[in-house]
């Protein structure tokens, strides 16, 4: 809203992520399983990103996500909503904006979450209290129904609070959203939209020549109004032409108003938007004048555009000034991507005031707005041309303009609008090109950084990445950066010399930038030994003897740093002797060793003839051992790795003549062999009659695959089975006897 003396009084998260910097930018993406088909992909975006809570600084099991919205974007590809919910409540203006390509990858995020919330949890004020103090707070009857009243969680800069959101219309349909503390009944916020200056009716405003100009796509009316909007006047009936198709009104004519209007949404829509791909307002616009708002000049509010009277001393007709009226379609235009107003700092205020005043500039070409329409210049007008310093970043909030005191959004704004135009200067149309493309990447509530990252991102995929570093350049000198936060996905446990593959989620939503990784070895709990580069790719694959850390270094194209850290447990080493257990006397077998440890690594093989107190003999340093069992043998080994560790084995191989001898003592007894393929065959043994539980364990006892389960008489019985249903890694046969007599058999898969 704007007000005689303070004017545009108006209104934050990103975690982004893509390519590495290099002559033509590569975007940087996700594969979303499932994201391939419409109707799919967003409920894959937000699974993805619920897997990943602590990624973006929630909390699981306090915090969780839901899909707000998926829109097909041309192409086949969609933007998705995600809504943060903090103990099930929905967290209000903390939302994540994904974009997803028609092949299921996600090519960019943004996000705006809440970290850390403390509110209460019980509201004190009922709702429909809240809904009547909503009601009294917007100046609406208590007796109009709200269509809807949430409880929700808001952060504001005083803290967090339990609220209730009341939506409701005003008697002429305009939306209002007011904000009531749940605890104590106070009004946190009354958003009826935000307000501006708008209007003319001459080609440019009253102080040029009147001109006839065509009324493009008029439709029949009345009222006046045409493919995405039409015009409502407050104080007068709609025009009617004066002959089939006419409408030449003099100035002064009731009428006159609403024609000139109706031109000037037509010729910024088509001439100036059309002409950039804007396919038009996602809902009919109602564009409005002669609405009493003094001491507002012009409001707008989701697709309503309001123009108001002329204020005495203050200024003229809103709707006859071209480049107001420019302004506040803007604002609409803004909306219609789903950007509203917001955020703790009220940046969200600003860039819709900066970004408002850029479009009324690029269509008229004067970086002035509004010198008309202000009966005291400069008083009240916006300029999209100012001086750096003050106005940049570092002066946000300080700086004023005209009638505005400090920090309004529409000071703020100018900051933003000139650091655009500065760009403009060296990039012409494509600039307002970027800009309107940035619109589709950007979460409901964002910050100017999270707009620069949008500028990025539409210049990767519209414009071939030529402009990315002029953007750098140019903002960047007014203090506007994108953002940057380097977060490492990948394995936290490792097995030694086991590969593992670490990804950066894409740097600066998917913009240029530069990656850097490197590691360096943990021992007994503290850091040890120097860092170790790994490279500058967006993902690395290494290996490690043990314990380690894992840094990732981001540098976005402003030259912003962030870094994150991980840490890799890495197990000790391991080794597994595989072959028969049992063998015929004086035949020859073989067995393996499998085996997992840091290279390089050294094994020594024994073998000891039983019965106990037979001779140790050394068979060697190797992994595979043939030879003829004329006796029951003990086969052990030790294995060594490149760190000292050690890992230890034994298999126990029993001998029989013409056929198996009787069970041994052993109420039962369990022997597996796996083949190079996976497969495996496990043989379990009991010495009478008994019901039978064979299965294979994880190493937290978590049952993983039944084998048997089944009445077994006294004997033997051979169980085939395939081992790649198992993770690689180790697991235990466990057999168990009715009378609760078990044998266990540890084995490891690896692939």
Known sequence: ????????????????????????????????????????????????????????????????????????????????????????????????????????????????????????LEPRIASTLAASLAARAAGIAPGVPPEAVTLAVARRADGDHLVWEVARRRADGEPVRTVIDAVNGAVLDVDAGIAHAVGSVYPTDPRQPLEERELPGLLPGPPLRGPGFSIDDALYPDAIPVAPGDYRFAPGDPAFDQVNLYWHVAHDLEDFYETLGYPGPPDSLIVRLHFALDPEVAVTSDNYVTFGQPIAGFCRQPSLADDIVYHELGHAVLYGFGIRPGGVTRESNALHEGLADYFAA??????????????????????????????????????????????????????????????????????????????????????????????????????????????????????????????????????????????????????????????????????????????????????????????????????????????????????????PTRVAKNAVATWNLRLVASSPWVVQMYRQWQPPGGRLEALGSRTTVTFPVDAPVRISVKLIDNLGRTANAQLDVETFTDKPPPLSSKPVRLTQTVDASGRAETMAEVAKATTLHVAVYDLHGRERVLLLNDAQPGGARLIRWDTHVLEPGIYFVRAVTASDQAADLRFLVIR
């Open 1 to 120: 809203m704007i007000r005689p003396g303070s004017l545009f009084i108006a209104v934050s998260l990103g975690l982004l992520v893509g390519p590495v910097a290099r002559a033509q930018p590569a975007p940087g993406s996700v594969s979303l399983p499932f994201a391939g088909a419409p109707g799919h992909r967003g409920e894959a975006v937000r699974a993805w990103m619920s897997a990943r809570l602590g990624t973006f600084g929630l909390e699981d099991g306090v915090s969780d996500l839901r899909l707000a919205r998926e829109e097909s974007l041309p192409g086949g590809g969609a933007r998705v909503l995600v809504q943060q919910l903090w103990h099930e409540l929905p967290v209000l203006d903390a939302d994540a904006r994904a974009i997803v390509s028609a092949g299921g990858r996600l090519t960019s995020l943004m996000t705006g979450f809440e970290r850390d919330l403390r509110a209460p």
């Open 362 to 579: 690029a269509c008229t070409g004067d970086p002035a707005i509004g010198e008309w329409l202000y009966l005291v210049f400069p008083q009240g007008v916006t300029r999209v041309d100012q001086p750096v310093p003050p106005w940049d970043k570092a002066h946000y909030d300080k700086v004023a303009f005209g009638g505005g005191g400090l920090g309004t959004a529409w000071a703020n704004g100018m900051i933003l609008s000139s650091g655009l135009w500065d760009l403009r200067r060296q990039l012409g149309r494509t600039c307002d090109s970027l800009v309107l493309e940035a619109l589709a990447y950007l979460p409901p509530v964002p910050t100017w950084s999270q707009l620069v990252d949008g500028l990025y991102l539409a210049d990767r995929d519209h414009h071939g990445a030529q402009f990315w570093t002029e953007v750098g350049t140019v903002l960047r000198r007014r203090g506007i950066s994108g953002s940057v936060s380097a977060s490492i996905t990948g394995p936290t446990a490792l097995s030694p010399a086991e590969p593992g593959e670490f990804h950066a989620l894409p740097c600066c939503g998917g913009t240029p930038g530069h990656y850097h990784w490197r590691s360096r070895g943990w021992c007994r709990g503290m850091p040890c030994g120097a860092w170790q580069d790994l490279g500058n790719d967006d993902s690395v694959s290494t290996s490690f003897t043990g314990d380690s850390e894992v840094e990732l270094s981001v540098v976005s194209p402003f030259g912003d740093v962030d870094t994150a850290r991980a840490f890799v447990r890495v197990g000790s080493p391991s080794v597994v002797i595989e072959g």
